[in-house]
């Protein structure tokens, strides 16, 4: 613990960030044709008045305004220095805090590894269940967080639902039956090189989240952390994933490249899972294109794809990186959500 601590302390100096190239604007009330075209090239962060939010990077203004030239820019990205991030993990504490974990609970706790980034990041999958040296016959879930890694709240969460599950076993009925009779894998930094820098892109400027393969666009190649996590995935059989994203207050199910909806019996078992998931915290849920924006090459779309996967997006809470104090609170709203993804196979 104390080894955490000091982590903590000294990593503070390193919460420098990339975001300083991205802006936000604000698109009012536009056409559709316009909306589809920008969602192709740019970030369709969430709907707000009258319109959508949408991120841009600077090196790309003059293509989004040709597309949208009625475009009112907001501000620039809300981390505007680096106290914004004080009392949040970094890539280093997740790694000792995940090595911690795993040597304190190695009956039911195992850390691996599934590859290395260009840039040298560690990529890092926590296995949770009650026999978890053993591939069991049971439900195999994957959580996931960081995949945008300016969104650290996703990672708070994760992490403290994992502390949840681990501290808990053998002591509260309910959360022992879950790792009794599932194997929960978690990967708390997907793209770890955006994650350590609070930048939301992945290397060469490259948004993960719409960079997997689709089926518009079946040969996509992924930059590496995105590769790196389809290959782990199928090296398993997932039946239930979550990605954590922030933010919005959604749970969102496929498809996301297209309005049309997945198989009637698929959109009836999303459907019920994820009005389940809302219940308590009242988030809104539904289908990624029609509930938000069209997105093409997101994770949802390629797992449900690729192994009738019941795939979800969450958007977590109403900021990327709220003021630390109010972790504790969107971890409570989170919580039950969680719990019931996980009871639900």
Known sequence: MNLIFSLIFFSLS????????????????????????????????????????????????????????NAKLISKTEFKNAGTFAGYRDYKIVEAELKQLAAQYPEIAKL????????????????????????????????????????????????????????????????????????????????????SQRDRYANRNTDPNRDYPYPGDENKKSVDCIDAVRKWFHSRNIK??????????????????TKSSPPKDDEINFQYLTNSMAEINKYEAGQISKIIYVAKGSS???????????????????????????????VEESREMIWRFIEHF
């Open 14 to 69: 390193a919460f420098a960030h990339n975001n300083s190239s991205l802006k936000t604007y604000h698109l009012m009330a536009p056409e559709i044709k316009v909306i589809d075209a920008v969602a192709e090239e740019f970030e369709v962060v969430r709907k707000i008045a009258n319109g959508f939010e949408i991120y841009v990077p600077i090196s790309k203004q003059t293509r989004f305004l040709e597309l949208a030239p």
């Open 300 to 330: 949802a779309d390629y797992y449900y794809w690729k192994n009738k996967t019941l795939a979800l997006g969450i958007e977590l809470s109403t900021s990327k990186a709220p003021p630390y104090g109010a972790v504790p609170k969107i």
């Open 112 to 195: 691996e590894t599934y590859g290395i980034t260009e840039d040298g990041h560690t990529l890092y999958v926590l296995k949770v269940s009650d026999n978890v040296q053993i591939d069991e016959d049971e439900p195999e879930l994957m959580i996931t967080s960081a995949t945008h890694g300016d969104e650290i709240i996703t990672v708070e969460v994760e992490m403290e639902l994992i502390k949840s599950l681990l501290q808990n076993y053998e002591k509260d009925a309910r959360l022992s039956k879950m790792l009794k009779e599932k194997e929960i894998f978690f990967i708390p930094m997907v793209n770890p090189q955006g994650y």
């Open 240 to 257: 239930g994933s979550i990605d954590l994203h922030a933010y919005g207050k959604l749970i969102m199910f496929p498809w996301a490249y």
